[in-house]
Every structure is written in structure tokens, then in C-alpha cells.
């Protein structure tokens, strides 16, 4: 048998024959920069791997290159949107939640600024190891006042979400698949809509309460648990933060569900953690469960074995569903 | 962890002449290309231009024990910038702290122990885990420090990317080793001129990099990274630890020893088919 | 205000700036005495520096401090907004008793500068650091519009030790920031003691030079020098940014305090305060 090989700088999540679009968020920023001359494209010698290299391409007077200096990226954005530009910054999430998170804090939170952070590498998409591995940003970033979070699922979500968060006005953290992005929602009805969570199938048995690539993980499982006659339903919440609750708490109510929160993130600080907070302050009782990342550094290698191991996967996500039941 | 180390090969005579550090770069070569082979992708450019800083600091200028990865007067080596771990395992591999049928596991699977960057964790001989870029000079400061405090006669090498020098953290290194006066810290920069973007001249560029060096207080050699005397030269420094540091600024050629990868931005990482990799084997003139 | 052109009168113009900068030294006291407390040996060291800025250099309107036109002067050392908040006063920007608030709740004038809580300050400090990088996008931004604005970044010589200044100072040369003018306080003292202890950052003209910048280096608390410099900086044509070196003494104008040990946060008696005053009475004759 073949070794599995480590993909490193994972250039799509997609499995094999799975539908794919190119560089979504290149592409969508690219159009929406056509309409609104005061967007800018910002990186800090990321370009290449966050698909801001195609903006760069189309627009190359409204790209600025950084260097390698995150701090000095996010500072820089501060100074680009208080100058009335709307600066859209890359890097991978980890640089962004680690490296520069007093700059992103400081400079641009806490004077509300119209910066809007975009990160590739989210949670376990990369087999190079902890340096790269953005396991913690969604717990980091929850804690910034004003600072609007975002776990996209797929290429239309991507797509869509980049124009909202460009109406939207002030900062932004929206976690980003880049390279051949899987296509999955436009077969759900979906609409993206900042601080919405959606339903995106019925099921009487287990409530998926999931977010971002975890979403897409959900919905092949739940196809896999009907066929097994398990009904669960999915209910996407890509925005954490502000975190629709009120969805959230009608969703899971007295429906007696198996509910499962399911995220590509550590299980401290994430979607599980908001949802249990959420449902116990408002005295909402249910079985729940929660799937997510340990709290550990993360081996590095192949990404399917990766998957598996920390029970992320769809084989892993079924089982564990069938454990639970 | 306790690991039985591999042991020094018996016909190793080191320090190696300058023959012997052109031969054992050219396998530095083969080395980190056989891992790509193996994993399917890999920095080349980034290994393939600093395997003659690797190899004459592994066969001519470090006093390390292959049978002692935790001697503690050994001569440290930080990889600062971490993707090119290939080129650090070879060294490692052919200077005996580690097998050479390690290679055929290089990122073969999880839990492997030769992964895209380095961890002290599963690999004895290796003085810091990197991959983030931008921390080696400050681990390396720590360890220079460390020397002085137990009066340990031993250099700390800290080998970085001229695109990771961008990173305000180096500069925050290097002010602090100016300011403890490390002489016995030794950086070296592998300028090859290209990062992830382009070229670094247009990215962010660095020149003139001597003078900054210079003003950061530290002593500056400037060579071509792939003249072995030279490097031999520069990278024996006098074994005192109250003077300036130095550093060694390397001009290079990203993805040196292959034509098709010479200076080509593309190769800073990429996957490889079976194809190129015997024409990779060719051109570095052994058989595969 | 309108720029002043290089003055051909000097005599006029220093007399004019000692009165100012002697003005800003009392309102630094007085706030200081409000409560009890403050970064008052920053702020009567870098007062000349503040006067030939607000006083001289910046174009500004001080009754419309967001004007779109005006010079951008960045606090990055944003416990240094006592001494801020006394140019502002002294510039027309905040009314005269404002200072009674200093530090107050609810007030406009908080000790750390904070961007949007006072007129005039253009970000919110603290942190240390942050002026030069967020200054770098302030001039990229302005050179989009196409404006003729100058960006001021003050920052304390301890914000040296930071990466982000050198990220941003390379960056800074790499676009050819010829609108940018960083003033560095030079006064030699950290919170954990003399910088020249921490982490020691001289030679710095040679260490700007080599970063691409044009660099000028005076004694910050003769005017004269400063005019000349902010003067220099201001005219060179070159593609560069620009930083003006200022190695000033702390308590500069107050002989008692100047000769006091030097400590990063001065300590000052309660009846000191009247003394202080006093003291810079006698020194502006």
C-alpha cells in the first residue's frame, strides 16, 4: 500500500471529483474592487497562497506588498482605513491570530476600523505542523469587541461573503479555502447573510450544529446516517461572531435532539463553547456533544490520516454520531 | 527520547577538504531530492541553495559528536528558516546523528520522524524546532547566552532566509546580540533573492543589507554562498564571546545545482513527478 | 495656521516659540497636579519639540481638527499625551481649562492617548510601537488621494527595541515615503531604566541611513536646532522618508526635576507642583 502523502500547503481540501471553484475569494474581490475604488489589497508575502495574487493582477496600483511583517501589515491597514480606504489583509490565520494580534487589537478593533482580515490555512488544512495550523484564531479572535468572525463552508459561501463583509462597516476576521475551493451550498438554497445562522436540511433524530469546513463534513454525513435510517439535520453557522443565537436556541429548544456542534478548531474557545454558553444561560437543556480539535499540538502529515485521527472526518464524524446515539 | 544515534560512517575524516565539501554538498542535494521524490513536493530552491553553508558547517566548521546529540559544549545550528529542513536531515543523515533509511520516510506518513520542518522532538542533532521563520535569531540569542552563563567554549549558528529577515523580530535579535556582545553567535543569511511573492527586491527589499548589519552593531562578511573556501573561512569564528557578532551574508542561487530550478521563483516549493526527478538526479551527476 | 516658510526673521520666530513651548511645559504641570501623578518628565522634555510642531511646522485648523488637508502628527509613545494634550491647548485645538479634566472620568483628555476620545489625537497609543506601521498606511493612503499632507510619527527611543519599527522603516524607505517624518525622543530613559542599558540603540543616523531614510540629529531643547531640522526635513526633495533624532533631558524647564534622579515615571510631592510652576516662571524671563 502507497504511503499517504502529506500535502503540505494544501492547495485544495476537495476530495477526488468533489466540484471545485478557482480562487473564489480572488475572484470576488476582483469584482467587487471594480465597483469601489476605495478597496485596497494588502499582504505580507502571502499573495500567492490567499489568492490575493489575482487582485493583484487585475489591480496592481491598489495592491500593496508588505514583506514578510505582519505587525507592520495590520498597523499599515489601520493607517490605509482611517485614510477612507477599505483594506483587505492576507496572511494565513496563524500569523494573523499570533504574530500580530495586538496590532489587529489595537490599531485597527479598538478604534472600529474598516480593515477586513482574510486568512487562509484555517483550523487543520495544512500537514505542516503547529507553526501553520490556525487551530486557536476563533477563540482569539471571539475575544476582540466590534470584531465580526467568519468560518465560511465552501465557494459560494466564500464568494458571497466577501461582498457582505466589504458592505459591512468595521473590521472583520473571515477565515478563507483557497486554490480549488469545493462547491457544495449551491445545492442547499443557501444564502449567505453576515450574523445568520441557516438550516440547511431537516432531520428528526440529530441537530448538526456546524460551521465552516466541518459544515460540508456534516451535511456528507448526514447523508450517510439517513441512509442507516438516521435523520439529522444541519444547521450552519458561519458567522461566530456576533453568534446568532436566537436560531441556535429555537433550533435546538425541546426537539430532544442529539445535538452535536461540529468545527475545524480547537474544542477551548470556538463554536462549541459559544453554543453550550448560549444554551445554558438560557436554561435550554439538551444531549450534547461536540466535535472539534483537541487541545493539543497537532501532529503534522497526511491530512486525510490527520482528519481521522482527531475525528474530523466524515467515517470519523458518523461513527462518533452512532456512538452517541 | 532515547534513540540509539547512527554513528559517525568510519571513513568520515573531518574536517573535509574542499574536494570532499563539493562531494558531500552534491549529496546534500541528492538527499533533500530524494526526500521530495519520496513526500512528492518540497522547497527545493530554499535546500538547494544553502547546501554548501549546511554541509561546510556540518563537515568543517561545527564541533558536534554524532554519538552525543546532547553533548552540551557542542557548536549549536538553528534552522531558522525551517522549510529547508531537507537540507539539515541530509546533514544530520551523512554526518551521523540519524540513519539514512530515515529518508524514505520523510513525510511518509503521520508520525514519521523526518517532516517538512524540523522538531527536536523525533530527531536527535536538531537544536530547535522551527517553521514559523523569524525566531531563529532569538532562540539563538538565548542559547549564545546560555554559553557565556556556563562558560561553555561553543558557538550557536542561526542559518535564516533573507525574505524572513523582513520580520521586525530578527532586528529585535539582533540589536540584543549587539547590545550582550555575542561573539560567540553567528548568523548567516542565504540570500537567494526570491520569496513566496517575487523577487525580494520588489517584495521587500534588503539592500543595502551590510550596512544595516553594520549599524545593528555586528560584523559583516559578505561571500558567494556556494564557494566552499570561502564559507570554510568565514564560518570559523574566533572561539571568544565578548565581541560583536557576525554575520555572514551569503549570495546564493535558489535552487543551485539544477538548471531547470536555478533562480526560478516557482521552485520555492512545488511537487515533483518521477521525470523530473531523474533529470534532478542527472544534472547533480550520480545515478539514482 | 499656515505653514511658516523657513522664518527670515529667526529672532522673532524663537522668542514667539520659547513663549509657547514655556506654555505647554505649565499646562503639563498643571495637568500633572490635577492628578497627582504623570508622565510630566517626558512631557517637560519634549515640549520644544511639540512647540516647533504645533507652533510652527504642522498645518493645521484648530477649530476643525479633522480637517482633510491637515499635517497627521501620530502620538505612538502614548503616554507622552499629557505633553500632547498641552500643544493641542496651546495651539488652539482643546479649550484653555480643558486641562482640569486631565485624567478625570469621562474625560477627553485620558492618560494613555486614546484616537477617539480627544480631537487632535490621531491614534490610540499605549501599546507602544504601533505610530510607524500605522503610519506607513496613513502616507499610502495620502499619496492615493494625491494629498500634499505630511504624517509625523513621535515615538520614545525604547520603541526602537521594537521589530514593527523596523518592519515598518524598511517599508517605509522601500515606497518612498518622502511625506513621512519620524521625530524620536532621545531622553535615555525605559521603565526598567536607561535605554542605553536595555537594549542600546545606538549608532541610530547610521542605522536610519542604512535603512533607506535621510536622518538629522539635534539637541531637542534648543529651538533653534529644532526649527532648523523640522525645516531640513520638510524641504529635501528626495524620494525619502525623513527622521529627526532629538536627544532631549527630562524635566527640561523645571531646573528641580531636571536634576532629579531619572526615573521613567517621575515622582513628584504634592507641593512640588506649586514649585514647579514657579520654577518655570523664572526660566522663561
Known sequence: MSPLRTSAMIASIAPEGARTVAAPFGHALVALAAGRPEIVGMTADLARYTDLHIFAEAHPDRFYQMGMAEQLLFGAAAGLAREGFVPFATTYGVFASRRAYDFIYMAIAEERLDVKIACALPGLTTGYGPSHQATDDLAIFRSVPGLVVIDPCDALEIEQATAAIAAHRGPVYMRLLRGKVPLVLDRYDYRFELGRAAELRPGNDVLFVSTGLLTMRALEAAERLEADGIGAAVLHVSTIKPLDTQTILDAVGASGRLVVVAENHSVIGGLGEAVAAALLSQGVRCDFRHIGLPDAFLDAGALPTLHDRYGISTDAIVARVKSWL | MALAPAGPPSNLELPLDVAGLAAMARQNRLDAARMFMVAGNGHFGSCFSCAEIVTVLYFAAMRVDPLRPDWPDRDRFILGKGHAAPALYSGLIRRGFIPEGWIDEYEARVGARLMTHPSRRYQPGVDASQGALGHGLSIGVGMALDARLAGRDCVTYVLMGDGETNEGSVWEAAASAAKFRLGNLVGIVDCNGLSVDGRLAEVMPMEPFADKWRAFGWNVIRLDGHDLPALVEALQPPRRDDGPPTVVLADTVKGKGVSFMEDVRAWHADAITAEQYARVVAELGASP | ?285
Not at chain 3, 505610530?131 to 509625523?152: D, N, T
Request: glycine content about 10%.
Open chain 3, 1 to 285: 495656521m499656515q505653514t511658516s516658510p523657513p522664518s527670515s526673521n529667526l529672532d522673532v520666530t524663537l522668542a514667539h516659540l520659547r513663549r509657547r513651548a514655556r506654555n505647554i511645559r505649565e499646562y503639563a504641570i498643571r495637568m500633572g497636579a490635577v492628578q497627582g501623578q504623570g508622565y510630566v518628565g517626558q512631557a517637560l522634555g519634549i515640549a520644544d519639540v511639540l512647540a516647533v510642531a504645533y507652533c510652527y511646522a504642522l498645518r493645521l485648523r484648530p477649530d476643525d481638527p479633522g480637517w482633510a488637508e491637515r499635517d497627521r502628527f501620530l502620538l505612538s509613545a502614548g503616554h507622552y499625551a499629557i505633553a500632547l494634550y498641552a500643544a493641542l491647548i496651546e495651539a488652539g485645538v482643546l479649550p484653555k481649562d480643558e486641562f482640569e479634566t486631565y485624567g478625570a472620568d469621562d474625560s477627553r483628555l485620558p492618560m494613555s492617548g486614546m484616537a477617539h476620545y480627544t480631537p487632535g489625537m490621531e491614534i490610540t497609543g499605549g501599546s507602544l510601537g504601533h505610530g510607524l506601521p500605522i503610519a506607513i498606511g496613513r502616507c499610502l493612503g495620502l499619496r492615493r488621494k494625491q494629498s500634499p499632507a505630511f504624517v509625523y510619527n513621535l515615538m520614545s527611543d525604547g520603541e526602537l527595541d521594537e521589530g514593527a519599527t523596523w518592519e515598518a522603516a524598511l517599508s517605509a524607505s522601500h515606497f518612498g515615503l518622502g511625506k513621512l517624518i519620524v521625530i524620536v525622543d532621545v531622553n535615555n530613559q525605559q521603565a526598567d531604566g536607561p535605554s542605553t542599558k536595555m537594549l542600546g540603540f545606538e549608532p541610530l543616523v547610521e542605522k536610519w541611513q542604512a535603512f533607506g531614510w535621510l536622518a538629522w540629529r539635534c539637541d531637542g531643547n534648543d529651538l533653534g536646532a529644532l526649527v532648523q531640522a523640522f525645516d531640513a526635513a520638510r524641504m529635501s526633495a528626495e524620494p525619502k522618508p525623513r527622521v529627526i533624532i532629538c536627544d532631549t533631558r527630562m524635566g527640561c524647564g523645571v531646573p528641580f526635576l531636571e536634576a532629579r534622579e531619572k526615573t521613567h515615571f517621575i515622582r513628584v510631592e504634592p507641593e512640588e507642583w506649586a514649585l514647579a510652576l514657579e520654577a518655570l516662571g523664572e526660566a522663561s524671563a
